[in-house]
C-alpha cells in the first residue's frame, strides 16, 4: 500500500512563498506519477501540478503555471514551491499518486495523503 504525507503548511501573506513536501512510502514503483491538488471551502478540488516519477513529463494548472514549481527528490519524495502567493490560492493541498500516464483529473489518482492547509492572508 502506497502512503503518502504532506507537509509545509501554514500561514503566509500576499507574495510569499511557501514550499510543501510530500513523502512517499510503500511500493512507489507501481506509481507512475505524483500530482498535487487543492480544495477551498466549498468548491470542488482541483488540479494543480503532476509529473512522472521518470521525468517525462510535468504539467501545471494555468492558475499557478509560472508561480508554483514541482520537483522530486529521488522517487520518494515530491516537492511543491509556491512563489508569489495570492489569497485565491487558499486551500488545503493534497499529494496524489497514480498509476496512470498524463492524467490531471483527481479520479485517475489512487492513492492520497491527509492535506495540509495553507492559507493566504491579504
Known amino acids: 500500500q502506497v502512503q503518502l504525507i504532506e507537509s509545509g503548511g501554514g500561514l503566509v501573506h500576499t507574495g510569499d512563498s511557501l514550499r510543501l513536501s510530500c513523502a512517499v512510502s510503500g511500493p512507489t514503483t507501481s506509481t507512475y506519477g505524483l500530482g498535487w491538488f487543492r480544495q477551498a471551502p466549498g468548491k470542488e478540488r482541483e488540479f494543480v501540478a503532476a509529473?512522472?516519477?521518470?521525468?517525462?513529463?510535468t504539467n501545471y494548472a494555468a492558475s499557478v503555471r509560472g508561480r508554483f514549481t514541482i520537483s522530486r527528490v529521488n522517487n520518494n519524495t515530491g516537492y511543491l514551491e509556491m512563489n508569489r502567493l495570492q489569497v485565491e490560492d487558499t486551500a488545503i493541498y493534497y499529494c496524489a499518486a497514480t498509476t496512470r500516464v498524463r492524467v490531471v483529473e483527481p479520479k485517475r489518482y489512487i492513492y492520497w495523503g491527509q492535506g495540509t492547509q495553507v492559507t493566504v492572508a491579504s
Open positions: 509529473f512522472h516519477w521518470r521525468g517525462d513529463w
